[in-house]
């Protein structure tokens, strides 16, 4: 797929409700099917990544039933699990298979977890190496990535473990494997990762200990989640409207986990006209409603290193603001970004390269020079975040925009395109036949 943008003649304008927030919409699905009874989820996310986590859990037993935006799900018990028929597919979605592979290495059957070209070329082994030490047994390529061929091993010893990054998708994974294993399971961050794991736990029947430790045999009971509005999927919004000028916009029930919020300080650092308001909650998440209107005064920021898990997702989009926005905005400590759905800090610093913009990039980082953009193609690279970030720099730019390899913009927004229309955003979308 691929996306043409041309520079917004209108602002963006108008109120908008992103999908439902990908990370807790994974777990959502994965708590309520190890649960006993039947839970319900409002808001979850239709996108490719959580439909590869729903078949997944139903391949394993799951009943999951979808209608309109409620999800009901009948578990099957943490002890009810049974042998998947075939591999389990994860498609695009790292979140899927380092939160399932945990779950799975403790059952009493083995199991196949494959990926797409872009998933099954991540690093694996930073769940692997823990698993195993909790005696799981696991086989990955030699390059240590997916396919993961599990061979379950219902006696997992808890361990504790200090992880080597800041990485929720690996603490989930051990908590997850932990509920399994005997003793304590017992994880510890360099730097606090997102936490929707240990928010969502306990709302399932699951006490964890200070300050992220889970006792094997705890029971999952079934619950009700209602699901925010994902603050990832917000941001594409919330930058364009701060470089669209005349734009004003609503960003209605976003999820403001303080540990998922750092675009919105990086927002205010920078000189956005940004409020926050209407502060509720949904279940154990915060949430409210974001306002954002266009400023003049947007400047370059060095971004401190300590925000970087707060806003890791957000940092696409961050790099195409920072294009448009005077002086130099300075990204460091974000080596993680080169092991997403694709090398971030690669495919951004090559698509802002090609728009004419001034950068260096570094191994752990960039410096990006605001100017203004000019107009030409950039490659998303099949990776939706770097999409989506170069389809609004297209409001800007001096011309149009052509967004190559936006096709997986479907595993997180698939209404993403429908949305920056109906703001008054400029894009169209063109399917690409497939080669003869
Ligand atoms: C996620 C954790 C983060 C994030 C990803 C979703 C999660 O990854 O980038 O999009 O749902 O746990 P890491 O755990 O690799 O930092």
């Not at 750092?262 to 920078?270: H, P």
């Amino acid at each position: 797929m691929i996306l043409l943008t041309t520079p917004s003649q209108s602002p963006l304008i108008g109120e908008l409700t992103p999908p439902g927030d990908k990370s807790i919409s994974h777990r959502a699905l994965i708590f309520s099917s190890l649960a006993r009874g039947e839970s319900q989820i409002e808001g979850l996310l239709i996108a490719e990544d959580v439909t590869a986590t729903a078949n997944a859990c139903r391949q394993l037993g799951a009943l999951i039933e979808l209608e309109g935006g409620h999800t009901r799900v009948r578990g099957t018990g943490e002890k009810g699990l049974k042998a998947p028929g075939c591999a389990l597919d994860m498609g695009n979605s790292g979140t899927a298979m380092r939160l399932l592979a945990g779950v799975l290495s403790a059952q009493p059957f083995k199991s196949e977890l494959i990926g797409d070209e872009s998933l099954s070329r991540r690093p694996m082994r930073r769940i692997v190496d823990p698993l195993s030490r909790m005696g799981a047994r696991i086989e990955t390529s030699p390059g240590g990535t997916a396919p993961l061929c599990i061979d379950g091993n219902p006696g997992l010893r808890g361990i504790e473990y200090h992880l080597p990054v800041a990485s929720a998708q690996i603490k989930s994974c051990l908590l997850l494997s932990g509920l399994y294993a005997a003793g304590r399971t017992c994880v510890i961050e360099p730097q606090k990762s997102r936490d929707h794991t240990e928010r969502m736990l306990p709302v399932f029947g699951v006490q964890l200990e200070q300050p992220c430790c889970v006792t094997g045999g705890s029971k999952l009971t079934a619950a009700h989640v209602n699901v925010p509005a994902d603050i990832s999927s917000a941001a594409f919004f919330l930058a364009g409207a701060a470089i669209v000028p005349g734009s004003d916009i609503l960003v209605r029930n976003v999820g403001l986990n303080p540990t998922r919020d750092g675009i919105l300080r990086v927002l205010q650092a920078m000189g956005a006209d940004v409020e926050v308001g209407n502060h509720r909650v949904f279940g154990a998440e915060p949430v409210g409603d974001i306002r954002v209107c266009y400023s003049r005064f947007m400047e370059g920021i060095t971004i401190p290193e300590e925000w970087v898990p707060s806003l890791i997702d957000e940092l696409p989009v961050i790099m195409a603001m920072a294009a448009v926005t005077s002086g130099t905005t300075r990204i460091r400590g974000a080596t993680e970004l080169r092991v997403k759905e694709s090398d971030r800090l690669s495919v951004m610093a090559q698509g802002l390269t090609a728009l004419g913009v001034r950068l260096q990039e570094y191994e752990d980082g960039i410096d990006i020079t605001g100017g203004g953009v000019q107009g030409g193609e950039a490659d998303g690279a099949g990776d939706h975040r770097c999409a989506m970030s170069f389809a609004i720099l297209g409001q800007v730019a001096n011309g149009p925009v052509l967004v190559r390899g936006a096709r997986q913009i479907s595993t997180s927004y698939p209404e993403f395109a429908e949305h920056l229309l109906a703001l008054g955003g400029n894009v169209k979308v063109q399917a690409v036949s497939p080669p003869v």
